[in-house]
């Protein structure tokens, strides 16, 4: 495996060999490394300093189950911290199979333009892509599937990256060739745009297989580990309902966010909730589809193909996180709506959840009713034509607070929360206040923990916990729901790691991981200038009672401020 | 002396002692102690945590030439850290005749709604405003001064302040009763607007002068620091010029922001500069006057009266800062479309710097044409309509960059450098990175240093020594022009505060003032999380040389970290 360095203004390519610091590390955990070891961290994000670099977890290349995820990162435009973000599909396994450990793209073009770069083996050829000014992201894969082959692999942005948009993100295509795989958080398809690139086609038919030091080994843990996921419960709860079996979870938690997190109950519940999308999908037939994988040899299939009345399908996949932020959020009760502003959001190549988040703001602020979801497709609208309200959209739910004068953002460190109110659910608080990345579930979800969720008692610990074992799978390039998996059969992650590498690592390197990633990250945001004061959730969140539960934010900020302290 | 504590939303007045840790303050460095003391640093600035407190300086009272300002300050909404603005005009003597050290307004109302307050001897009385919403500064103070007479003094907010736009400032009446007196910089009027006040009236017939120690004394001070004052060549420039004196000389520098700061020199900067404006003014007669004074007993009298070609007042005063953000920097040359331009951001409440560098922003994005002055007085009206766009501009200019896609924005901590382009005079560049207070001239201004501002070398030391001086200046309500005539006879600082207080403080008072208020201020922002991270010129301003000295920003960072060091 070697280092792909790419000048985005020189348009040239340099094969570099992996650093021995760098060699222990994938995903997320090389992401924080190469930021920590190569960017200055007060750069300006969107400005030649910035770096994007796209690595592949530890464990991509070779089909296991949800573990083919591809990390990508740099620093944020949205939250001026380091940021990772990692996306299924197929872009993680055909960079591996170009030997590619880690991509970094450097520097900016002088002039304005819009290219792409083709990768092949061995090689990097800039195109001119000005033809697909504007595109998005559906019609953009469709020429590039057309013109490369339906075999290679695409990153790529949408309008939004190109407006330089800080909820912007990158799209990758998935085994069926839909391009609706993000690396949504944090703006990184702003950074994408800031140097001139619509997209990264990625055409591996010549490259091989990363190699395996010892396959019988790994065929044995592969198969241990399928064992333990295919006899984990959770496993067949969303292969049926998807991520959206979380809203009745989340509901009955009192955690389901509401008119711009003004509540954390949501009368329809039932109407955004899985079960009842199953049944809905299962009706209308045609390519509907409530099971689906987005990257091949994935047995969980989480993902689902959202068809309309007559089964042509709207969008794939309806997850739970835009359905809360772009259903309930905006008392949105309607999934053909929320599964078309999904749709919108996608082909602009931005991250459904900072959207979502925004509308609910702009809804507090008077420019959209709750409930209207006509209004609210005509916002988004707004965002695609550019205007002024529609960049102050779709920067996202901090800046659309800041512009029109609303307190009530759900934000932290300028990123907005996910489908989880943090009063309700007390240790996915702590993660969003205090994880390096700005509130995001991925970084640390706490709502299966054996906890009271409403008592500040205890949370810290169960947020740190998580934050450092996701910070492991998202440097193993492991979904979150290869987790249960691992959870149940640990020691797998020890055996793949030292059949694949010939490495002699423990049981506990998943924390071994997560803990160093972690600290880099901080390392980063302290360069950065970040300090505990910006660990904390937005004030109004310790102020203002949930329904229905009645909860404050009211984890100790003593707890918060300690957390990762070594 | 008292402190007047009043909490707005139960509408309560205290009159407390004054602690003894803040006798020696007042003004600036009075401000930095209460919100030390007083406000936690990671508060939400428009939330009821955020206290607005009014302090005049030291010497305010007793009508010392240019040494009634009135300092405002809070934690400010557009840097997000500590905030001092200070003004001329008729408040701060009032205030000091009704006996207030501190006004300190706390909380805010939870319902929405505009008030008053009207402040006598020992009493403060709310009075419903509602009728006043929505009205310009030049109305309202109308209006107020007729209900309540001629000689109140009244410190007021406009539309800007109401909706809470990070550009809004605090307005006061000068002698002449116009409301044009501006605490302008970071937000103070956002902050007032958050606790739902439109105006303070202070009327203090019943009250009286501050005593003083030791009479003869202070005035054999005062006529030493008179005569110091008039013997300066400078006072006389200014009396005739006023501040636009300064369009020559910073455009001979190369200085003279143009263009939003793409350039140091205006081609046109004649028909913009002081001489061709007195000119002017002197040949349109009628309301036009070329030297007016601000406050009661000032013998500088740098301010004007800026009239139309029928002699009829349009603004007053037209200054530097206004002419250098809303002249040049957009390519205007025309002083009655600039003087224009200030009027309505004078009638809303904003800081003209502010708003100057924001439409500048804008026309970088392709929203307005450099040079148009019809389109930049419809971009202004577009904040008085509250329009999307509007609002941006009115946040100022950070948020319009970021909104807008535009990484050239003239601005550190959020906050719009004054005219002075900091690549080509560097002291000022490094009081604009390292200040507490965010870019800002008033701060430590170093455009009269003997030195060669496009050498690095040696700027920091300037700027330190500028920078203690302003604090100290701040810190006694004097006028940064006061300080001709202080810096020519220090001693009479020393002796004006012990005759007027029964002190026996030293010659170096104003250095030790200056040197406590930045370590009190520098302590607030550390809580707020700033570290020297945040002390740094924007990015491209190290990249991007600038026309005609061809200089980048390039003091070393190294001397800015240690700046302040004791």
Not at 205 to 230: C, H, V, W, Y
Not at 238 to 256: R, S
Request: with cysteine.
């Amino acid at each position: 495996m070697n280092v792909w360095r790419i000048n985005t203004r020189t348009q040239k390519l340099n094969i570099e060999p992996v650093p021995t610091s760098w060699e222990r590390l994938g995903g997320r955990g090389l992401l924080a490394r190469i930021l920590v070891d190569e960017v200055e961290a007060t750069c300006e994000p969107l400005g030649p300093k910035n770096k994007l670099v796209f690595a592949p977890g530890l464990l991509v290349g070779h089909m296991l189950s949800s573990c083919d995820r591809i990390s990508v990162g740099g620093k944020s435009p949205l939250t001026g911290g380091v940021k990772e973000s990692n996306a299924g599909g197929s872009t993680g396994l055909q960079l591996t199979h170009l030997g590619i450990k880690a991509l970094i793209l450097e520097d900016k073009p002088e002039k304005s333009g819009l290219w792409l770069v083709h990768l092949s083996k061995d090689a990097a050829r800039f195109e001119p892509a000005d033809d697909l000014l504007g595109k998005g992201v559906y019609d953009t894969a469709e020429t590039l599937l057309e013109k490369y082959g339906k075999d290679v692999a695409i990153a790529l942005i949408g309008p939004g990256g190109e407006m330089q948009l800080a909820s912007a993100g990158i799209q990758n295509i998935d085994k069926d060739r839909v391009p609706s795989r993000i690396n949504a958080r944090g703006g990184l398809g702003a950074v994408m745009g800031s140097k001139g690139l619509k997209a990264i086609v990625i055409d591996s038919s010549e490259g091989e297989k990363p190699p395996i030091r010892d396959l019988p080994a790994f065929r044995t843990a592969q198969k241990e580990f399928n064992q333990a996921l295919m006899d984990h419960p959770q496993t067949h709860a969303y292969h049926d309902y998807g991520t959206a079996a979380m809203t009745h979870m989340c509901n009955n938690f009192g955690a389901l966010p509401t008119r711009n997190f003004s509540s954390g109950e949501f009368k329809q519940a039932e109407k955004i909730s899985g079960e009842y999308m199953r049944e809905l999908i299962l009706s209308r037939g045609g390519e509907s589809n409530p099971s689906h994988a987005c990257m091949r040899g994935c047995m969980i299939q989480c993902s689902n193909v959202f068809g309309d009345a007559q089964g042509k399908s709207i969008v794939s996949p309806l997850e739970y996180e835009t359905i809360g932020l772009m259903g309930s959020n905006l008392g949105i009760d309607d999934l053909d709506t929320v599964a078309r502003l999904n749709y919108e959001a996608n082909d602009l190549g931005l991250d459904s959840i900072e959207v979502g988040a925004a509308l609910g703001v702009a809804a507090d602020a008077g420019l959209l009713e709750f409930g209207d979801g006509a209004r609210a497709l005509a916002l988004v609208q707004e965002i695609r034509d550019g205007s002024p309200l529609g960049r102050v959209l779709g920067n996202g739910a901090t800046t659309t607070g800041k512009v029109l004068g609303i307190e009530r953002v759900p934000a932290v460190k300028g990123q907005a929360m996910s489908a989880y109110d943090p009063r309700a659910i007390k240790g996915t608080g702590v993660t969003y206040a205090t994880t390096p990345q700005g509130a995001d579930h991925t970084a640390g979800l706490t709502i299966r923990a054996k906890i009271n969720h409403t008592d500040p008692k205890g949370q810290a610990e169960v947020s740190r916990k998580a934050q450092v074992s996701m910070a492991g799978y998202d440097t193993l390039g492991a979904c979150i729901f290869a987790g249960f998996g691992f959870a149940a059969a640990p020691e797998t992650i020890r055996d793949l790691l030292n059949a694949r590498y010939g490495l002699e690592v423990g049981a506990d390197i998943l924390q071994v991981l997560g803990e160093e990633t972690i600290q880099l990250e901080r390392e980063f945001n302290r360069r950065a200038g970040f300090t505990s004061a910006q660990d904390r959730l937005p004030e109004w969140m310790t102020r203002e009672a949930l329904a229905p539960t009645n909860a404050v934010f009211d984890v100790p900020e003593e707890e918060l401020d300690h957390l990762f302290d070594k």
